[in-house]
């Protein structure tokens, strides 16, 4: 967005009838710049009350290196920014400067009532016209657009859309009535028709840029005046528009380029890299302000204050008010006013420049002439615009109570410095001082009444007029002849560029440019003949927009305490965990957070009770913005955990990247923890987000069973060399050779399983299965999983069941005694000896003492004592069983032995759907469903099976056996429905990722949805 002022001034004949001119010169089109949304109100740029401006650096001598010269801002007393000319200054609370509140001006737009958000597609009403819209529409979906350069005044002749661009997907971003000036700037042609028009225009005080439908625009073909060829051809492309519509306005104005040779970032970098070198009012959104670590405390949310009330500007700021483009319009172009003397610098000039304020139709004290007309006799006599020098002490002095002109600051009483020259410091009296020890040393210089006055500025008259030459010879002289050039220095004739900046304040070219054309304006002046040194910088950005406003984004911590001891000592915001270690002994903990911003809010779960050695709490701080910034604070519980010592952890991928532990410790986060604090880092497990996880992985699923619990392709691939070199990284392959080959070789699948660590973890398995490998895998798969069984660690336990295993295979001498024998069915010996390492070290080979401690603790304690008996999976499959024991555990031993077994009650593994509440006679509804140990019922119905099948029954009859080994046999394999909550056609049409795996295989089907569909709610 362009600052404001070029279209409405010009004069617009209203025209009855349009003829579209020749066009000018044809130009490669490239995507319109998006203009930003007119803002109705808006929070002017300059303060309409006093407030304190930044004064220039601190004076050199000619020749002195820059380095040495950089100098600290200064401040003054209550100086201002005003944004018109009716801009009334405030008395100061104090000598240096206003502290005031400053009220915003809210300016209403002329068309703000037109003014509305919009949808980028038109209303049929807009683009529905009898004789035009058809062959338009058409010639825009046919022809290519192309966009020629074009100058024209021009008022719309109805309401019109202003878009963002001419393509089809623009949207329309604001609208102008009927009547309204705009200036045309190009055409968008489409097979030679002109159909959309490129306009600049005004609103609230700002220049915008858009798009709009040529059939809404009356051109004005009357006084078209362009820049001279050369005038115009000596500017980039991105100057002529702006400078065209100026040059329309006023065609005695004169444009001179500078170029630079910089580029446009090194200029940004060389203004940036200096602290306080661009500082910008406290009283402007902090979007304005830089957070930088030099100009911003993040742990207090406090701007380093350069001088009173002035923190560093953002690079965003830098870059918008060092943008000459953004300048060139009718208000601002006079930061670009070649500041040498010209005879229209009247004193009416000056006069209006003084408007409202202290020096306005005043005389200068001690004398019996006005500041305006002294202004004038120096600026006529040295050469420099009088009009310039007024507002340059109006910037500096603001509402003129300062005591830098006062004559009564104690030390330097009768001393005046109206230019602010040397006043430099941190605090007020530094900035007092250093500017009246300028004062106290002068200059030399000759008065309005033919005298010559050497030495100090020990009255106004002196102060004035030596100011006002030091000003000119220590920048207008030295090419720093432009308000713009005093700031940014781009030159380079005096001993290099950007560093001999009159004043800190990034944006007192703008103001002091809008007060000087104020009173050209005033006056009626606008048409005099200014010269304008615009600087032309290389590798121009795109544009370089206003910094955006925004809420406090500050997400940083001030404090941790845990039971009231603090946590943080030296806070870095680049720190995202925090570490306490805590006694054995200490049983909870009370967490409070604080953020360093008061407009920030806290989330956390405060820990309380210590339950594991490792416990983790997230803290999310959220800014007044709503960006959120996530901590750690990490306790140690009788265990000293090193800082730094969970970097790389992730919680979420660990738990992901384990499946083992995810069913082991479910959401138990601080479990995960604990367990890469002990094992899991040591024993080299990944907590990184990287890499795939088994979800990610490819499918393992073969013949309808998952083996992705025990099977990684990848993992597979890479460990085994001969494997990576005959398979390459075909995932199916090395499925195949795993399930064929690789189980009975003893290979291990994945990271999270075994085979040998679960062979030697279960002496029961091993008594059950030997050496059969494929059995193993297997129970894991069917049993141990749902058990929590271990594939994965060596159990203490087991350390020495290798010796049990062969003690059981030789002991002979061991005979079951007749009470053991009635308990059989629940207890086995060999078993309960092997599986319990307490029992071995207490009782050695004393079979009676095992037999005694199951009856009388065994049963109690719900402790397996054979391998066909788990009380645990008996009770949870039993609803009735619970209803009618609860918790006492010895009752179902005892139920099983005489009810259970015969009742064919399932008390091995877990059925799935069981909720059987009576035994029967072994017909249940989950035995029934029950094959080779797998529970069918999810997708088998013994009644729906047997009711829709007539050949079935005419087979089987009765036999509930036989039509489930029909169904798993040969049912599936023809994909006949046994129950009606379950389709297999259906299921397979559903989900194109299973056609993709299993094919025409139907058995896969039911087997997923048996094994994983049902729970994944497919």
């Known amino acids: 967005m362009l600052k404001k002022g070029t279209i409405y001034l010009l004069s617009v004949g209203l025209m009855q009838t349009c003829v579209m001119p020749a066009f000018a010169e044809e130009t490669t089109f490239t995507a319109p710049e998006e203009s930003t949304t007119i803002e109705v109100t808006t929070v002017p740029e300059t303060s309409t009350t006093a407030e304190a401006v930044p004064t220039e650096t601190q004076e050199t001598l000619p020749f002195t290196a820059p380095e040495e010269a950089t100098t600290q801002p200064q401040e003054f007393e209550n100086s201002q920014e005003t944004s018109s000319s009716e801009a009334i200054e405030n008395p100061a609370t104090s000598e240096i400067h206003t502290t005031e509140s400053i009220e915003e001006s809210t300016q209403t737009a002329s068309v703000e009532d037109n003014t509305e958000d919009t949808s980028a597609e038109k209303t049929s009403e807009e683009i529905t016209e009898e004789e035009s819209s058809e062959e338009e529409s058409t010639e825009e979906v046919l022809g290519e657009g192309v966009e020629e ?3 024209s005044k021009a008022y719309l002749n109805a309401d019109a859309q202003i878009y963002t661009s001419w393509k089809e997907d623009a949207a329309a ?6 009547g309204y000036s705009v ?12 159909v959309w028009a490129r306009i600049m225009f005004d609103v609230n005080d ?5 798009y709009v439908r040529i059939d809404s625009l009356q051109l004005d073909e009357s006084g078209i005046m362009l820049l001279d060829k050369d005038e115009s051809q000596s500017f980039p492309a991105d100057y002529q528009p702006a400078l065209n519509a100026l040059h329309q306005a006023h065609p005695n104005w004169i444009f001179k380029p500078v170029y630079v040779g910089d580029s446009f970032s090194y200029a940004i970098n060389q203004q940036m890299g200096t602290p306080a070198r661009a500082l910008v009012s406290m009283y402007y959104n902090e979007g304005y302000r830089s957070f930088l670590d030099r100009d911003y405390d993040f742990r207090t949310n406090t701007w380093k204050q350069w001088e009173p009330n002035w923190a560093g500007a953002s690079e965003e700021t830098v870059r918008y008010y060092m943008d000459p483009r953004n300048f060139l319009n009718e208000n601002d172009i006079f930061m670009f006013e070649s500041l040498s003397y010209e005879s229209y610098q009247s004193q009416a000039a000056v006069e209006a420049t003084l408007a409202n304020c202290f020096m306005s139709n005043a005389t200068v004290p001690g004398t019996d002439y006005t500041y305006s007309w002294l202004f004038c006799w120096v600026g006529e006599k040295y050469n420099i615009n009088p009009v310039a020098l007024a507002s340059r002490v109006r910037q500096e002095q603001g509402s003129g109570n300062s005591a830098m002109i006062s004559g009564t600051y104690a030390g330097y009483e009768g001393l005046y410095n109206y230019f602010n020259i040397q006043a430099t410091g941190s605090t007020r009296d530094e900035i007092l001082q250093n500017g009246l020890k300028e004062a106290q040393t002068g200059s030399t210089m000759m008065l309005p009444d033919g005298s010559v006055s050497t030495g100090a500025w020990d009255t106004p008259s002196k102060a004035l007029i030596g100011g006002s030459l030091k000003f000119a010879n220590q920048y207008i002289l030295r090419n720093q002849n432009t308000l713009y050039a005093q700031k940014f220095d781009y030159d380079g004739q005096f001993n290099g560029k950007y560093w001999h900046q009159y004043m800190t304040n990034i944006m007192a070219p703008y103001s002091e ?6 009173s050209y304006s005033t006056t009626g002046q606008m048409d005099n003949n200014f010269v304008f040194l615009i600087p032309v910088y290389e590798e121009r950005p795109e544009s370089s927009p206003r910094p955006a406003e925004h809420k406090n984004q500050n997400t940083c911590l001030n404090s941790i305490t845990v039971n009231d001891q ?12 925090f570490y306490y270690n805590v006694g054995k002994n200490t049983i909870y903990a009370n967490v409070q957070v604080k953020a360093a911003a008061d407009t920030s809010n806290i989330a956390f779960n405060n820990i309380g009770d210590l339950s594991h050695k490792v416990e983790v709490t997230t803290i999310t701080a959220i800014a007044e913005d709503g960006s959120t910034r996530e901590y750690r604070l990490i306790i140690g519980c009788g265990v000293e955990i090193e800082d730094g010592f969970f970097d790389d952890f992730d919680v979420t991928a660990y738990r992901k990247r384990y499946p083992k532990l995810s069913r082991k410790y479910g959401d138990d986060l601080d479990a995960y923890y604990e367990h890469y604090l002990l094992k899991g880092k040591a024993a080299g497990w990944d907590g990184s987000t990287n890499g795939v996880f088994p979800s990610e992985r490819p499918s393992a699923i073969y013949n309808g069973v998952d083996y992705a619990p025990v099977f990684d392709a990848e993992y597979y691939l890479n460990k085994y060399p001969d494997l990576k070199a005959a398979f390459g990284n075909d995932s199916s392959a090395a499925l195949n050779h795993f399930i064929t080959f690789g189980i009975k070789e003893g290979r291990q699948g994945c990271d999270d399983f075994s085979i040998d660590i679960y062979k030697g973890n279960y002496p029961d398995l091993r008594k059950a299965f030997g050496n059969n490998n494929d059995a193993y895998v297997a129970h894991y798969l069917e049993y141990g999983l749902k058990e929590g069984r271990d594939g994965l660690e060596v159990l203490q336990d087991s350390k020495d069941n290798t010796s049990d295993d062969k003690k059981d295979d030789t002991n002979t001498g061991y005979v079951a005694s007749a ?13 309960y000896r092997n599986a319990y390492a307490d029992l071995r070290a207490a009782f050695g080979d004393d079979s009676a003492k095992y037999f005694q401690h199951f009856l009388q603790n065994g049963m109690a304690e719900g ?8 009380v645990k999976i008996y009770k949870n499959n039993y609803k009735d069983l619970q209803a009618a024991f609860g918790n006492n555990t010895a009752l179902y031993y005892t139920h099983y032995m005489e009810h259970g077994k015969a009742e064919h009650r399932n008390a091995t593994f877990e059925v799935t759907g069981n909720n059987t509440s009576t035994g029967g006679s072994g017909n249940t509804a989950s035995d029934t469903a029950i094959y080779n140990g797998i529970d069918y019922s999810l997708v088998y119905d013994y009644e729906y099976y047997k009711k829709n099948y007539a050949d079935l029954r005419a087979a089987f009859g009765d036999d509930p056996k036989k039509y489930l080994q029909h169904f798993v046999e040969n049912g599936m394999r023809e994909g006949r429905l046994a129950k009606s909550s379950f389709n297999v056609t259906a299921y397979k049409n559903r989900y194109a990722d299973l056609r993709a795996a299993f094919g025409n295989n139907n058995v896969s089907y039911y087997m997923h949805y048996i094994n994983n569909g049902n729970a994944e709610n497919r």
Do not use: H, W
């Not at 971003?173 to 009927?178: G, H, I, K, Q, V």
């Not at 200036?183 to 002109?194: G, K, M, Q, R």
């Not at 700002?206 to 858009?210: F, I, M």
């Not at 943080?568 to 995202?576: G, H, S, V, Y």
């Open 149 to 151: 350069t074009y100058y």
């Open 173 to 178: 971003f604001t609208s102008l009535p009927a």
């Open 183 to 194: 200036y045309v700037t190009s055409v968008v042609l489409f097979n030679d028709e002109p």
């Open 206 to 210: 700002y220049s915008s840029e858009g």
């Open 513 to 518: 440019g809008n007060q000087v054309r104020r």
């Open 566 to 577: 603090e946590i943080i000592k030296t806070f870095d915001k680049d720190q995202m965990d």
């Open 819 to 831: 009470e053991e024998k009635k308990y059989s069915d629940v207890y086995d010996y060999i078993y």
């Open 863 to 870: 402790r397996q004592a054979c391998r066909d008996f788990d």
